[in-house]
């Protein structure tokens, strides 16, 4: 998506550790009018009327997945990180490693928000070595539910949770996939 890439070749920077900072725009200051621009789209590539929810992960999943559920006319649920907890039957639950945090969080979500009917599109802002996707993939095949696809703002094609998640014939769209990435310059797939 163009008008992405531009985005981030113009405010994106880049922190030790292949993390790519879009806070200006995308995940602490956000740019509506740009995150309007990746709901169509994210529902330009995901076409099915079969959809049902939209599922993200907290936190900065939540505002795209919002923004673009406008466009698919279909409720948000998003998986909560969760610091301690007496796991209950009243929750689907996995474990998931955050990238950015180095930490592994209980993530959960209330079983009474998704069941087998389900068609679900999951979203989210960053895809890096897949561990925050499969995690709700866990959630949705414990619900029973149908996974429609994964849309992905931002891709980091050199870190394998791409190839991981088409691998298993996944349907998945990245808006914007970075090839290479080094302080001074951004290569775009
Ligand atoms: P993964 O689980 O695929 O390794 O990482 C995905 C999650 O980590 C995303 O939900 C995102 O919040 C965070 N993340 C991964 N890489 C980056 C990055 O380069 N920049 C930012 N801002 N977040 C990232």
Redo the contacts with the bound molecule.
């Keep these: 998506m163009q008008l992405l890439e531009e985005r981030i070749l113009k405010d994106g920077t880049v922190?030790p550790g292949?993390?790519?900072?879009?806070?200006s725009f995308?995940?602490h200051r956000m740019d509506i009018g740009l995150i309007n621009e990746i709901g169509k789209e994210f529902r330009r590539r995901f076409p099915s009327d079969k959809i049902t929810k939209i599922l993200t992960?907290e936190a900065?999943?939540i505002g795209i997945a919002c923004i673009a559920a406008q466009y698919f006319q279909v409720p948000v649920v998003f998986a909560k990180k969760a610091q301690s907890i007496n796991i209950d039957g009243e929750v689907y639950h996995t474990k998931?490693?955050?990238?950015?945090h180095k930490k592994v969080y209980d993530v959960i979500l209330s079983r009474k928000f998704l069941d087998p009917d389900d068609h679900v599109l999951v979203i989210?802002?960053?895809?890096?070595?897949?561990?925050?996707?499969?995690?709700l993939l866990d959630i949705i095949e414990e619900a029973g539910a149908t996974l429609e696809g994964a849309g992905i703002v931002?891709e980091?094609g050199f870190?394998q949770?791409g190839q991981i998640i088409r691998q298993k014939g996944i349907h998945l769209e990245s808006l914007a996939i970075i090839d290479t990435m080094t302080d001074t310059s951004l290569t775009f797939r």
């Excluded at 998931?96 to 950015?100: A, G, H, L, N, P």
């Design positions: 922190k292949n993390v790519l900072k879009v806070d995308l995940n992960i900065s999943g998931v490693e955050s990238f950015t989210d802002d960053f895809l890096a070595n897949g561990c925050a996707l499969m995690g931002i980091k870190q949770g």
